[in-house]
């Protein structure tokens, strides 16, 4: 077998459900033919089995596992990495407190969600808060600029305390202001809080606008006035090939801002054939389709082809950061040795070239030289 890379990662998998109704209000979406998978409570469901068949099958090393759906928990992606704790890693959010709002037994406050995150984070066995970072979810809801920032504020603090990162989703939302601007701002008001921007914009429905959404992406990662940007991962799961090379030739990004994967898992979407057409493939929820696929999309084989396709003029050491150096670093994995992925170049890393030697600390290596 050819591995891809030195260490691969995939720091967005979901293997804790199938996307199945739970409890009366989900049944009651089932049944008028409004349900999604992505919307209200869903049925627990341990994935793991294919999912570590799937690893050995791509070579995948580690996988960072998101609870984000109400109805799985912080504790059920804790319990997978005890299980196997040199394969798997967790992000924690509000999911206790998501899950008790659904049922109408709680309502959604800043502190109670901040409480149950600082309370998961203090066990040290989470390396983010996602993948959705926790707000209001009541869809009467309307957030100002300054409400969600505050809200923001209040969870990078918890990550700079504790050392881990944290995930942006919210251009999902459809706020009557630019998230992204709250992307840019939070990353400048926290420069040591690594942030992973989510599908970096590209998620479901993202192929109608296409290279756009990277292109905006690239912008405020690649910021370049005003100290945001060098603390924001662009997570390319999602991409097709071509947009790659958007990111790779853009001087203020380029492969030290990329971290490879996103949404492994029985997720509510397809991965759709558009040749000849922008973007050439992509994944979306498909409204004519069931809404959730009676199979498990074949995330990796997809993903790891459009990696294939940039081989010819991406080095193999650039992609060793994309797959999975970047990742280590930011989320501190354990890696085999420690001389293992790209540093000390500055057509790479431009003027910070010096800080990124060592790349990975001896502590984080299994066998130090």
Not at 6 to 29: N, Q
Not at 31 to 42: P, S, Y
């Amino acid at each position: 077998m050819r591995y891809e890379a030195r260490f691969v990662v995939d720091p967005h998998v979901h293997i804790t459900t199938l996307y199945k109704p739970a409890g009366a209000k989900s049944l009651e979406l089932e049944a008028k033919g409004l349900w999604t998978g992505l919307n209200g409570e869903v049925e627990p469901f341990d994935n793991s089995p294919l999912c570590l068949y799937d690893m050995e099958r791509y070579g995948v090393d580690m996988c960072l596992l998101k609870p984000s759906m109400i109805g799985t928990t912080n504790e059920a992606q804790a319990a997978l990495v005890d299980r196997y704790p040199d394969k798997f890693r967790a992000f924690c959010a509000d999911q206790t407190l998501k899950l008790k709002v659904w049922r109408e037994e709680a309502k959604w406050t800043l502190n109670d969600a901040a409480d149950e995150v600082e309370k998961a984070l203090k066990t040290g066995k989470y390396v983010g808060i996602g993948e959705f970072v926790p707000r209001d979810t009541n869809p009467k809801k309307i957030y100002t600029f300054k409400e969600r920032l505050d809200e923001y504020r209040t969870f990078a603090e918890l990550a700079k305390k504790y050392g881990v990162t944290m995930d942006f989703h919210d251009f999902a939302w459809g706020y009557e202001w630019d998230p992204y601007q709250l992307l840019a701002r939070i990353a400048a008001e926290y420069p040591d809080v690594p942030i992973i921007f989510c599908h970096s914009g590209y998620s479901i429905g993202g192929y109608v606008m296409g290279a756009n959404v990277i292109r905006k992406a690239c912008a405020v990662a690649g910021t370049a006035i005003g100290g945001g940007g060098k603390n924001i991962y662009l997570e390319t799961g999602t991409w097709p090939a071509e947009f790659f090379e958007i990111a790779l030739k853009d001087p203020n990004v380029g492969a030290p801002h990329l971290i490879w994967g996103g949404d492994y898992g029985h997720v509510p979407q397809y991965i759709v054939a558009n040749p000849g057409r922008e973007p050439s493939s992509f994944s979306s929820s498909m409204k004519r389709w069931p809404p959730v696929p009676y199979y498990h999309i074949d995330w990796w084989g997809w993903a790891l082809h459009q990696i294939h396709k940039i081989r010819d003029w991406v080095t193999q050491d650039e992609i060793n950061l994309i797959l999975g150096g970047n990742a280590a670093m930011v989320f501190k994995l354990p890696v085999p040795f420690e001389r293992m992925f790209l540093s000390g170049r500055p057509d790479i890393w431009g003027v910070d070239w010096e800080k990124s030697v060592p790349y990975i600390p001896k502590d984080q290596v299994i066998n130090p030289d």
